[in-house]
């Protein structure tokens, strides 16, 4: 997949797709869920993944809302695997059991990643160690993924020491174990306080980590410095929200705001050349790590604001 994303710049690498918006946990911290909306029809969700692989994407991500509560999940995740795609989905593990997770594995699920919040649930996020522990049993006895458990710091979190926490038990069963700071409402720079910096470093520095190599620029983050990085959204990542339109990421929604259906090669060599006025101060992980295949490569010449107007450099 890396050396294909390296040989060619005209498709996306990563793509994240929303098949329900609803969820079944209300974290104070989030704004990527609601309480009323109807699953995306199974019939659309397939459309939509048949024109990801279209577009040539390596690696589709199902979010949400929960993707778990999506009543055919299983066929959507087929339908990823037959693309050629790489399948991945993130949720909070709480509908999770043997045999949900046997049917991930028969569906052809490669990765999950679930964040746990706290040790304890309180009023800012239920998804914590205690309830969670259980699941995490299960899959490290009969999931047939990789698993990633995600530790937050900021965002409200009362006690970083919870990172750490969850951190080591992630290891213990075997799992890989990554630290994420929690952004403000429109993805950008919220900097971490003296203890929940040490903590984020404490866990990033452990050697069982895929991504330690891209996240220097949580560094900067930490410390509250706006990072100097060419954002690929719109063109190597793709937002596709429960509306089926394209998005730069979860957090700047409406731009491009094109259906997907419509999306083409020309809009993903467009948007690679195209610098986001919010990229500096932002903290959308995955972002990062996608455009950084790219760091060293085709200047942008374009800069957009989301939702405003398109600049060529220079004029």
Known sequence: MVARALASTSHPVLAQIVPARF????CAYCNEYDKVSEPVPLGEMLRRIDHLGRLGTAMIGISGGEPLTHPELDEIIRRM???GAIAGMITNGYLLNVERIERLNKAGLDHMQISIDNVNPDEVSKKSLKVLDKKLQMLAEHAEFHVNINSVVGGGIKDPQDALTISRRALELGFESTIGIIHDGDGQLKPLKPE???VYHAINDRKKSNYAQFEKFQQAIAEGRPNDW???AGSRYLYVCEDGLVHYC????????VPLAEYTTADVKREFLTAKS???NCTIGC???ISYIDHWRAPQDKTVSPGGLVQISGS
């Not at 969820?23 to 209300?26: A, D, E, Q, R, T």
């Open 196 to 198: 929940e910096a040490q």
């Open 250 to 257: 979860s957090q700047q929604r409406g731009y491009p705001g």
């Open 287 to 289: 972002v990062h790590r």
């Open 81 to 83: 695997r037959r693309t």
């Open 23 to 26: 969820c079944n946990l209300s």
């Open 278 to 280: 919010c990229s500096p």
């Open 230 to 232: 060419r954002c690929r």
